[in-house]
């Protein structure tokens, strides 16, 4: 009998045509725990930090650290570290990725999980309220708290480059805020939508576009993660589509990005603006900042996720006297991505 064998990561996963034995009993030991299978239920959903985990299942720190190790062991989880904060969330590729989707797909629905289920809302919730709250206090003076961070200017002259100087059909503005982008590239497009989930922010942005005469351009209240739009196919769909200082207030910036690539035409072009990796804690308790920037190789996963293919970075290094970050600076990064064709297969 012929025996083959092959490394994944640091296991060996292929002997006989399957995986190693010893990694398979990793994997089933670390689900056969009930404690745990809830946990997986959960992450499933979203990312989510420790204590997050610990108020959603109602057992200690300790004991959910515990079994949050476990699983991370047998490859169900990645775990990564942001400032003071651990982020954990299932596995994305890979057999233990092929495993959990196989088990998570079960009927295997009781009263606990609903509770768990009931519980995330709750916590999601809290979070929206949260950054509601700070964007309404915030709406009338949201272009002074973004000069705390690298100079607008230039960060706005680094998304026109990523536009491109064609003229650019249908725009997408995904968490417009108060419309400065929507003003900014109304002379160049033929048709642009903001959305936003503050209508405090999106009276600002009425406003700022009547007093420039964008009848083309307009702002709806939409969910960021349920757009009010259909699956893009090659004859409809926006053209371009932008994150500009967005994810990092999102509990999921990945689903996000999945939900934008489905509007978008094959070919189209994402654009996110936004913050490189930092450890500015007192960005997340003054300014409601969720995540801590993010890395190359994590939105690349985003991409790669979505059906996305990365075309070009560049980073945007803050003025002199600007708020350093460890031993860099709060720089912010763009990435440009387009939409491909496998994509309008998997959305249809």
């Given at each position: 009998?012929?025996?083959?064998?092959?490394?994944?990561?640091?296991?060996?996963?292929?002997?006989?045509?399957?995986?190693?034995?010893?990694?398979?009993?990793?994997?089933?030991?670390?689900?056969?725990?009930?404690?745990?299978?809830?946990?997986?239920?959960v992450?499933?959903?979203?990312?989510?930090?420790?204590?997050?985990?610990?108020?959603?299942?109602?057992?200690?720190?300790?004991?959910?650290?515990?079994?949050?190790?476990?699983?991370?062991?047998?490859?169900?989880?990645?775990?990564?570290?942001?400032?003071s904060?651990?982020?954990?969330?299932?596995?994305?590729?890979?057999?233990?990725?092929?495993?959990?989707?196989?088990?998570?797909?079960?009927?295997?629905?009781?009263?606990?999980?609903?509770?768990?289920?009931?519980?995330?809302?709750?916590?999601?919730?809290?979070?929206?309220?949260?950054?509601?709250?700070?964007?309404?206090?915030?709406?009338?003076?949201?272009?002074?708290?973004?000069?705390?961070?690298?100079?607008?200017?230039?960060?706005?002259?680094?998304?026109?480059?990523?536009?491109?100087?064609?003229?650019?059909?249908?725009?997408?503005?995904?968490?417009?805020?108060?419309?400065?982008?929507?003003?900014?590239?109304?002379?160049?497009?033929?048709?642009?939508?903001?959305?936003?989930?503050?209508?405090?922010?999106?009276?600002?942005?009425?406003?700022?576009?009547?007093?420039?005469?964008?009848?083309?351009?307009?702002?709806?209240?939409?969910?960021?993660?349920?757009?009010?739009?259909?699956?893009?196919?090659?004859?409809?769909?926006?053209?371009?589509?932008?994150?500009?200082?967005?994810?990092?207030?999102?509990?999921?910036?990945?689903?996000?990005?999945?939900e934008?690539?489905?509007?978008?035409?094959?070919?189209?072009?994402?654009?996110?603006?936004?913050?490189?990796?930092?450890?500015?804690?007192?960005?997340?308790t003054?300014?409601?900042?969720?995540?801590?920037?993010?890395?190359?190789?994590?939105v690349e996963?985003?991409?790669?996720?979505a059906?996305?293919?990365?075309?070009?970075t560049?980073?945007?290094?803050?003025?002199?006297g600007?708020?350093?970050?460890?031993?860099?600076?709060?720089?912010?990064?763009i990435?440009l991505?387009?939409?491909?064709?496998?994509?309008?297969?998997?959305?249809?």
């Amino acid at each position: 009998m012929m025996t083959i064998e092959c490394e994944y990561k640091d296991m060996v996963i292929c002997r006989q045509g399957g995986p190693h034995v010893n990694a398979l009993l990793s994997i089933l030991n670390a689900v056969g725990d009930p404690s745990r299978l809830r946990l997986l239920s959960v992450l499933q959903r979203a990312e989510l930090t420790v204590s997050e985990l610990t108020e959603i299942v109602g057992q200690s720190q300790p004991r959910v650290s515990r079994h949050l190790k476990v699983l991370s062991e047998a490859g169900l989880l990645e775990r990564f570290k942001e400032g003071s904060w651990v982020f954990y969330r299932i596995a994305e590729s890979g057999l233990p990725a092929d495993f959990l989707k196989a088990v998570l797909s079960l009927d295997f629905e009781d009263d606990v999980l609903a509770a768990d289920r009931h519980r995330f809302d709750a916590v999601r919730r809290n979070h929206a309220a949260k950054a509601a709250q700070f964007f309404k206090a915030n709406a009338q003076d949201w272009e002074r708290i973004r000069s705390l961070h690298a100079p607008e200017k230039d960060v706005e002259t680094a998304i026109f480059r990523a536009v491109g100087a064609g003229p650019v059909g249908a725009f997408l503005d995904a968490g417009t805020g108060t419309g400065r982008i929507l003003e900014l590239c109304a002379p160049h497009i033929k048709r642009g939508i903001g959305i936003d989930v503050s209508p405090e922010m999106l009276a600002i942005a009425r406003d700022r576009l009547e007093r420039i005469g964008a009848t083309h351009c307009q702002v709806r209240l939409a969910d960021i993660y349920r757009m009010p739009f259909r699956t893009a196919t090659q004859e409809t769909g926006f053209d371009t589509a932008l994150f500009h200082q967005v994810l990092h207030y999102l509990d999921d910036p990945q689903q996000a990005v999945a939900e934008v690539a489905r509007v978008l035409r094959p070919g189209g072009r994402l654009i996110i603006g936004d913050f490189a990796q930092h450890d500015l804690e007192f960005l997340r308790t003054e300014l409601a900042h969720r995540r801590l920037g993010f890395s190359d190789r994590e939105v690349e996963s985003w991409f790669a996720a979505a059906h996305l293919n990365l075309v070009a970075t560049e980073a945007i290094a803050p003025a002199e006297g600007r708020p350093s970050a460890g031993n860099g600076k709060l720089t912010v990064k763009i990435w440009l991505a387009t939409r491909t064709a496998a994509a309008v297969q998997v959305a249809a």
